[in-house]
């Protein structure tokens, strides 16, 4: 996935950054990042965002498609357990077997579309789930980075930039 590669890409970038060492509390152990390499990464990763979001719809659209299915399948199932139990009317003994294979197709049938459902959902909820986490970490690394330059800028209080 793209944004996974500029994820990776950003990492690259804070690794290979310049590292500075100073006797200073606010600057042990931080990195110099060239801003416009960042801001065009950043840049490129929101362009790169609503791929990822289309991609959640068309997922969630998946979703509800096999549900359809799942209910029209349902459907079928039971009416043609109705059907085969009309067709056994014509004896007790056969319409007591009928109603009770009948009965015993619409639960299977139940079961299949509950399992189907479930199925779906869980996996739904995944998709949705690993989209948030992504978007997440993006976040993060936005704002850590957001913070670092902040922190650095030339003649700024670290209390300025937000840092203690």
């Known amino acids: 996935m793209e944004i996974l590669r500029l994820l990776e890409e950003l990492d690259a970038m804070a690794d290979e950054g310049e590292k500075w060492y100073c006797r200073f ?16 990464l950043i840049e490129e990763m929101r362009s790169s965002l609503p791929q990822e979001m289309t991609e959640a719809s068309q997922l969630a659209r998946d979703r509800d498609r096999i549900m ?40 299977e ?21 690993r989209l948030e986490n992504y978007t997440d970490r993006i ?17 700024r209080e670290p209390e300025e930039a937000g840092m203690p």
């Open 68 to 107: 359809q299915e799942a209910h029209e399948q349902r459907a079928k199932i039971i009416e043609a357990a109705r059907e085969q139990a009309q067709l056994m009317t014509s004896n007790d003994e056969l319409v007591k077997q009928a109603e009770e294979r009948a009965r015993q197709i619409i639960e």
């Open 139 to 155: 976040q993060a690394t936005v704002q850590k980075t957001k913070k670092m330059l902040l922190a650095q800028e030339p003649g």
């Open 109 to 129: 049938a139940e079961v299949e579309a509950e399992h189907i459902r479930s199925e779906a959902e869980a996996w739904a909820r995944g998709v949705v789930e």
């Open 25 to 40: 509390p606010p600057f042990w152990g931080k990195t110099v990042l060239d801003a416009d390499e960042l801001f065009a």
